[in-house]
């Protein structure tokens, strides 16, 4: 089974992204955040295999969150996917300079999400 | 705020479209600039960098409760006020996101945390204005530039 911490500021969201990965069918034990400094402190805990964070939250912005466990040797195996609702270019690369696995943009399907994680977990179909 | 700058219509409507299509699973008519009579909820998100000011979104409440129902899989009637306000707030997030990077993709734009709008920042005459759940506009949108 496949640890994942979503990580959202907003708890409907949070509900939303939860109810999605369930709709996926994978086996996953889903864990959630409401920022980034909250999502650290659980991330040490449960060592996620996969991180799905929004960026723009209180606290401690999903930004600094890549950084930090990019920077963390005990979470050197956890991916990090980004869910934003900021498409612009130029904050998606910076995202992928940063250390993120993969970026989508809200709204997201669940279709969108199962795709990302099975590409950046290497499950194979 | 001013209204120098516009956000051309075919935009926001394609973006509000995608997102309620997406998130809600419902159609959405674009009725341009109208007036939303019923009890609104009102939220705002602000941006910044090349251009700045703030996305407003007026979402009757009827609206915002049957949102609520479809976003988080509620029986009719079920949805709190608080979830109601919680989940036009992540609309705003959403769909000042999808339309400000549809309008300038190329623009490094930040956002705030969404936040509600007082009563004296509502906005009942709406530039652009949506029906989701009948014929009367019970959804706008106003974008404003300082």
Not at chain 2, 35 to 44: Q, S, V
Request: aromatic share 6%; with cysteine.
């Amino acid at each position: 089974m496949k640890r994942v911490l979503v990580v959202d500021d907003s708890p409907v969201m949070r509900h939303y992204v939860a109810r999605a990965l369930k709709m996926t069918g994978m086996n996953l034990a889903i864990h959630e955040a409401e920022n980034g400094r909250v999502a650290m402190e659980k991330a040490f805990q449960i060592l996620p295999d996969v991180i799905i964070t929004d960026l723009n939250m209180p606290e401690m912005s999903g930004q600094e969150l890549v950084a930090r466990v990019h920077a963390a040797a005990e979470l050197s195996a956890t991916r990090v996917l980004v869910l934003s609702a900021d498409r612009s270019d130029g904050r998606v690369g910076e995202m992928t300079r940063a250390g993120a696995d993969d970026y989508l943009t809200k709204p997201v399907t669940p279709e969108a999400l199962k795709n990302s994680l099975m590409r950046i977990l290497e499950v194979r179909p | 705020m001013s209204h120098l700058l516009n956000v051309p219509e075919n935009v926001v409507q394609s973006a509000i479209g995608q997102i309620f299509q997406t998130m809600y699973f419902s159609e959405t008519a674009y009725r341009g600039s109208a007036r939303i009579e019923a009890a609104m909820l009102g939220t705002a998100v602000s941006f910044s960098g090349e251009v700045v000011g703030e996305f407003r979104v007026a979402v009757s409440a009827s609206l915002a409760g049957r949102m609520a129902e479809d976003f988080l899989a509620l029986e009719p009637g079920e949805a709190s006020p608080e979830q109601m306000e919680a989940i036009v707030m992540e609309f705003a997030n959403v769909a000042c996101g999808a339309t400000m990077s549809a309008w300038r993709p190329e623009a490094n734009l930040h956002y705030s945390v969404p936040g509600p709008l007082s009563r004296e920042g509502h906005v009942s005459e709406c530039p652009y204005c949506f029906s989701v759940s009948g014929d009367s506009p019970d959804m706008g949108i106003d974008i404003r530039f300082e």
